[in-house]
């Protein structure tokens, strides 16, 4: 299994970012998978999330409305679309899968479920 995140890089505030994940090595479309990030000396949160099994999608609070999670199965790659970028969203970007049945964005945050990591790429914002 692999899951292979790129597309991070810096922006001011306000601008845009596309990270994608391209996996192999699973049924893409049957596991839920998501993205997650890490910032400096904070706890690893959920970001936003897409459920294969029912086909929803879920997001934090402090993303809705800016992010946006696609997923393209014949390319086996998910998406993350961020606008509206803040300083506060600078943090290391991961994508990960998991065969699990994701119901509720508390799942995403928690990360419930998943299994599969990738390496992160980084996201700075700036002011």
């Known amino acids: 299994v692999q899951l292979q995140a790129s597309g991070g890089g810096s922006v001011e505030a306000g601008g845009s970012l596309r990270l994608s994940c391209a996996t192999s090595?699973?049924?893409?479309?049957?596991?839920?998978i998501g993205w997650f990030r890490q910032a400096p000396g904070k706890e690893r949160e959920g970001v936003a999330c897409f459920s294969s099994a029912i086909g929803m999608t879920f997001y934090a609070d402090s993303v809705k409305g800016r992010f946006t999670i696609s997923v393209d199965n014949a390319k086996k790659t998910v998406y993350l679309q961020m606008n509206s970028l803040k300083p506060v969203d600078t943090a290391v970007y991961y994508c990960a899968s998991g065969l699990v049945l994701l119901t509720d964005a508390h799942e995403c945050t928690t990360a419930s479920g998943m299994d599969y990591w990738g390496k992160g790429t980084l996201v700075t914002v700036s002011s």
């Open positions: 090595g699973f049924a893409f479309d049957t596991y839920s």
